[in-house]
């Protein structure tokens, strides 16, 4: 059943392992064991895709409450070991991969050597749950129903500008943020296609831009060849202050417009307030809210 679960959760038998740590073809044959007990197909099979039959969907409505009680049932034995254990699994942006859980996972798993940390590195939004993670990290505090958030990592961040000075010399330094508009600058993509604009702030006065440039590259999963790209002197890049600092501190990068860099509140820890909360998970949040930030919950 907890296979059946995790392809129904996942759409299909190779995203099904990944996120439950089986086989592709283990979680196939318990699939097959359960319709054989059972005497029904669970799942539509094709070549391109997974989805659950009438009788499948219907089953998985009533498993998952009733599995998610059995793990429930089977994490209260982890209040009676000396320490916590067991793995909490994760779903987190590159950008939090890359500047905010180095400075927390070291810590808290040597704080607790027994739990397993699994980090699914997504840029999209996802339904935590149903990809089959504990919890998610995201800069959005808008929350769905019963979802909890707590504040992780640094508060307050920005985003810097910046370009190497050899172009800075070649075509001149904006003075304005429309005068991005007139350099090449090094763009960003979400997964979904979209592009943000750069968004500058000064004494109140809020601009948006929507310069061109010669790279265009999938935010988190390529964000380093535009690193290079511009290190290089390719064109300005608009990206996470933190990112930016080693260059900045090298000289590599020089600063373009800082008096608009841009202020924004740090990412949120989220996870459902509907079920029971997993040993390691509970040991997480409360790692989180003791390493730093106000740690108010947010519901």
Known sequence: MFAFLAVVR??????????????????????????????????????????????????AERLFPALGEVE???????????????????????????????????????????????????DSYVDMLAAGCDAGIRYDERLEKDMIAVPI??????MATAAAPAYLDAHGR??????????????????????PTWEFERDGEIVRVDPTGPLLVRLGAAVDLAVAAAVEGLGIIHLFEAWLQPYLDSGALEPVLEPWW??????????????HLPTPLRAFVDFVKAAGGDGAEVS
Do not use: W
């Open 72 to 122: 429930a049932a089977l994490d209260v034995a982890n209040h009676y070991r000396d320490r916590p254990a067991g793995t909490l699994k994760l779903n987190v942006p590159a950008t939090v991969a890359r500047l905010v859980l180095p400075s927390i996972v070291t810590p808290f798993l040597k704080t607790y050597p027994d739990i397993r940390l699994d980090v699914v590195v997504e």
């Open 174 to 195: 904006p003075q304005h943020p429309r005068d991005l508009l007139a350099h090449a600058c090094l763009r960003g993509q979400f997964a979904s296609g979209a592009i």
């Open 262 to 275: 841009q202020d924004f509140t740090g990412p949120y820890l989220y996870y459902s307030g509907r079920r």
């Open 153 to 158: 990592g640094p508060r307050i961040q920005r």
């Open 10 to 59: 996942a759409g299909g038998f190779r995203e099904g392992a990944r996120a439950s740590g089986m086989s592709a073809s283990r979680l196939s044959e318990s699939v097959q064991r359960l319709e054989t007990r059972l005497g029904v197909r669970l799942l539509h099979r094709t070549t391109r895709s997974v989805s659950p039959t009438e009788a499948g969907a219907q089953l």
